[in-house]
Structure formats: structure tokens, C-alpha cells
């Protein structure tokens, strides 16, 4: 009997998950949405300008190539249209249960008791897919409630709040606040910006595909294949050594300086944006629109500590900047994995005490003492020169690959020892990535451990992904 799987997440991986069982003709899985509709981060990240540094060539399912794109980095509307695409043509939206909000996972000896709105199913398999990115992260700033104004988090825009003419307030300076503030600068009447550390830019090669690539892209045979495997090369050959100690690491901060230089002519500025840490501590920025936005007449860079927030605006130790509206670009609790659901696997054992030092599962995958749990994007798996769709969809193949495992209930487990080798691997292999420096960055957790990231080449996890489950894995 084909086992019976619940995918936990509507976004890039569950889906993804969905459509491989498709394929398969494994129709007994159900996807559990805790929203009202499918897409994840491109669901949840509609500021104005969100979108993907990665090319959406390379940052889109390897089985489903895509001729509407518009343009090389295309924005969230278009990479939505893309998942909503894939969910119809594979016809998985009729499996997934929107509104529905896992909030229990447990082991009860023999199946999983999956609990969402109160009522529980059971299932032989879970696949956890809830993603890094996907709970805001808001500062704890006093004053915070007393704002007047509006106030919001970048992945939970309000759209029915005109910024024209405002004064606005955006604090951070990460990826999120690089791609909203040149679009928040057009609108306002005063824009400032509250960098608490300046991040490393390089400049993003947009360009729009005028009509004779775009029908290239969808006509000729093998383009897409090809020019999605030059963008994958490129960043394994040239972005993937600077993060790793390698030839490319001087050439990357030649680049990032260079990008400054060129774009920002007043020095103290360019002071203020100019970091102390390696290129590649924290996560690159790839835009061409952020630093020409901070140098318009009306907008401030602030570095000063923000001491406290209150009824009018933003307060530093010296200074009160009025404020209409607050923008928190503050990032996301990306190293509580899984949370706030509650898993617990064999013999009552907890998930979250279990994961207590510091989260971390086999491949990225397989927990010990939580047989047929699997999940995507989990620790150790985020990328910073490539795309995540890659790594999930390996992490896809692999569950595909226990899969014929489990039939007839039967459960499998990854092994202490196997989880200890890969631990050691991880940790030999992380103290050489540039992550491991002193900066602070949402790839650590809070006793400075990378829990986030993968440090090897991509290529190399999608070699030890597609190995067979022996000998890793018990039954139990
Ligand atoms: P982030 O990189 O974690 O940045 C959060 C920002 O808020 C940082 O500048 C941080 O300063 C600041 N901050 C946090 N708490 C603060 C406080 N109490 N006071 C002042 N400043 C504070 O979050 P993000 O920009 O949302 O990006 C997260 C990740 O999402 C990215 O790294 C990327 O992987 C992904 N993303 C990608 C894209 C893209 O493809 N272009 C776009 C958006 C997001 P510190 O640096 O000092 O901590």
C-alpha cells in the first residue's frame, strides 16, 4: 500500500513535493496551507519591488520550464503567476487544504497524528515544508506600541496605505529594505533609513527580454535548459569561491567597492555604507537601484542607535525624526525551524528540546528519533550564491527516493551514527565559509552557530541527496 503523506506548506517545496507525488501517481497526500492561498514567501513578500536576485530562469522547478518571463529578474507578481501556474497544470491545488494551520506533528508508535484547526488526521509520512523566511521578525524597540503613525513588517505590507507625500521611517538595510526603499523614495516626502550595519552590494544585470529572446526562450529547443545551466555554472565557478575562501573572495569586495564608488559621490555617505565585515558574511545584496535611492534629495541614512520609538517617530540618542509611517524591514526568525508547530517523534521525545543546541537534521532532511519526518529547507540548506529551488528540489528527490521504503507501513529512520558523521562533515566544512566570521546575520542562531546554511557546492549536495537511503537509515 502507497503510504499516506501530509506536506506541510503551499510554497515552492511543498508544492514541488506535490507535483513529484503526481508524476509518481502517488495520489494519497494531502497539502496543508496555513493561509488562504498557495506561494509561501511570494505569497507573504508583496512590497513594492520584492523580487528574486537569482535569475528566474534558475530559480524555478528544473521540470517546468517558463517562456513568460518577462525580464531576467522578474518581480513577485511573476513569480507567484508561475507557482499558481505549476499548481493548475499539475493539478495539485484540488489536494491542498487552505486555511488549515498544522500546529501539532506527533509520532503516535506506528503513524503520524497531524493536528491542524483542532482536529487531527493520521498520515504514514509528514514532509515539513514551511520555509526559513516566513515569520517576521519585529524588534523589540521601546516605545514600539505608542507609534501614532502606521507601522508595518516588510512581508506584510499594507496596501491600502498610500505613502505619497509621507514622511516615512525604514528601519534595516538588508535585502528586503534594499529592493522597497528606491521604490518607498519615488513616493514619499521624506524617507529615512535606519541602518544598524551596512551590507555589501554588487550590481543587479537586469534587463527586460525583448521579443525576439522571448520567443527564442520559447521556441527554440534547448535554450531554456542551456541558459539556466550557464547561470547555475557561473555561480558554482565564480560566486560559490568567494563565500568559500576562494579565488573569486578579492574580486567580490573589488566589485562591491567599485559598485559604491561608482554610485554614491558624497564620501560620508559612501563611509556610512561601506561594512567592516568580509563580503559574504552576511547575505550579498544584489541591487543596482538601492544606493542611487539613498543618494535622492530627500532621503537620510541614519546610523546613530535607534533608542526608542515614540507617538511622532524614531529617536536616537541625539536626534527625533518625525514619521508618518514606519517600515520594519527587520528580517525574519529564521533559525527556529519548523516553529511554532509542536513535533514530537518516537517515545514522546520533543523536536525543539531535541534541537536545543542548535537545530540540524541529516542531509537536511531526516531527524534521529522521527521516523518518515522529512523536511525541505531545513537546517544547513540555505544557499548565498544560488538557488534554493535547486536544493529543494534534491531534497524532493531524496524523499521520493525513501518513499518505496515506507510502503506497507513501514518506517525508516535516519541512524545517531550517520547523524553524527554528517554533523562533523558540516562543521569541518563550515569553519572555511566566510558565514563563520564575527558578523551577526539570520544564518546563526543565537549562540553564534550557522544553522542556516549549506556550505559546500551545490552540486556535491545534490551527489549525496540522490544516494539511496542505506545505509544511513534503520527501519524501526
Ligand atoms: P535581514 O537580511 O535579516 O535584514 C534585517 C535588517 O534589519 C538588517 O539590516 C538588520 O540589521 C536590521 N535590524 C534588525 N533588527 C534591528 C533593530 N532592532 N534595530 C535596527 N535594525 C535592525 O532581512 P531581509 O532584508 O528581510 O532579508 C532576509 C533574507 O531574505 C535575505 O538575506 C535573502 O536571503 C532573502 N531575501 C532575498 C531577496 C532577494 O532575492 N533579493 C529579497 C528579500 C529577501 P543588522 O544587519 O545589524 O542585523
Not at 323 to 336: K, L, N, P, Q, S
Request: proline residues 7%.
Amino acid at each position: 500500500m502507497t503510504p499516506k503523506v501530509a506536506i506541510i506548506g503551499a510554497g515552492f517545496g511543498g508544492l514541488c513535493m506535490a507535483i513529484r507525488l503526481e508524476k509518481a501517481g502517488i495520489g494519497s497526500y494531502t497539502v496543508f496551507e496555513k493561509a488562504g492561498a498557495l506561494g509561501g514567501t511570494w505569497r507573504d513578500n508583496s512590497y513594492p519591488g520584492a523580487g528574486c536576485d537569482i535569475p528566474s530562469h534558475l530559480y524555478s522547478y528544473s521540470f517546468e520550464k517558463y517562456a513568460s518571463w518577462t525580464r531576467r529578474y522578474p518581480e513577485q507578481p511573476e513569480i507567484l503567476a508561475y507557482l499558481e501556474h505549476c499548481a493548475d497544470k499539475y493539478d495539485v491545488r484540488r489536494k491542498i487544504r487552505f486555511n488549515a494551520e498544522v500546529t501539532d506533528a506527533a509520532f503516535d508508535g506506528s503513524r503520524w497524528q497531524v493536528t491542524a484547526g483542532g482536529e487531527s488526521e493520521a498520515f504514514d509520512v509528514v514532509v515539513m515544508s514551511v520555509g526559513q523566511l516566513n515569520r517576521p521578525r519585529l524588534p523589540e524597540i521601546p516605545g514600539m506600541d505608542d507609534f501614532e503613525g502606521a507601522a508595518f513588517h516588510s512581508a506584510r505590507w499594507d496596501h491600502g496605505h498610500d505613502l505619497t507625500g509621507r514622511r516615512v521611517a525604514v528601519i534595516g538595510s538588508g535585502s528586503s529594505a534594499a529592493q522597497l526603499i528606491p521604490r518607498v523614495a519615488e513616493r514619499a516626502e521624506r524617507l529615512t533609513v535606519f541602518q544598524r550595519t551596512p551590507n555589501w552590494v554588487i550590481p543587479k544585470p537586469d534587463a527586460e527580454f525583448g521579443t525576439a529572446a522571448r520567443l527564442a526562450f520559447r521556441f527554440v529547443p534547448g535554450l531554456q535548459r542551456a541558459y539556466r545551466e550557464w547561470i547555475f555554472r557561473y555561480a558554482e565557478a565564480a560566486l560559490y569561491p568567494a563565500l568559500a575562501g576562494g579565488w573569486s573572495r578579492d574580486l567580490l569586495r573589488k566589485r562591491a567597492l567599485g559598485h559604491l564608488r561608482d554610485q554614491v559621490p558624497d564620501p560620508e555617505l559612501r563611509a556610512k555604507l561601506t561594512p567592516d565585515h568580509p563580503p559574504g558574511c552576511k547575505r550579498v545584496i544584489i541591487d543596482s537601484a538601492f544606493y542611487p535611492a539613498l543618494c535622492r534629495a530627500g532621503v537620510d541614512v541614519v546610523t546613530d542607535p535607534i533608542s526608542r520609538i515614540t507617538p511622532k517617530g524614531v529617536e536616537t540618542a541625539t536626534t527625533a525624526y518625525e514619521a508618518d509611517t514606519i517600515v520594519y524591514a527587520t528580517g525574519f526568525r529564521a533559525t527556529e525551524f519548523l516553529a511554532p508547530i509542536r513535533v514530537t517523534g518516537r517515545a514522546g521525545r520533543d523536536l525543539a528540546e531535541q534541537w536545543a543546541g542548535g537545530p540540524e537534521a541529516y542531509l537536511g532532511i531526516s531527524v534521529p528519533h522521527f521516523p518518515n519526518l522529512f523536511l525541505l529547507y531545513g537546517p544547513h540548506t540555505n544557499l548565498g550564491h544560488n538557488s534554493i529551488v535547486f536544493m529543494l528540489e534534491c531534497q524532493v528527490a531524496h524523499v521520493m527516493a525513501c518513499l518505496p521504503h515506507l510502503s506497507g507501513g513501514r518506517r525508516l529512520e535516519v541512524r545517531p551514527e550517520a547523524m553524527a558523521a554528517w554533523r562533523a562533515q558540516l562543521d569541518a566544512a563550515m569553519a572555511r565559509m566566510v558565514w563563520s566570521d564575527g558578523c551577526r546575520s539570520w544564518y546563526k542562531n543565537a549562540e553564534g552557530r550557522v544553522t542556516n546554511n549549506w556550505p559546500g557546492p551545490a552540486p556535491l549536495y545534490r551527489r549525496l541527496t540522490a544516494r539511496p537511503p542505506r545505509p544511513a537509515y534503520r527501519q524501526v
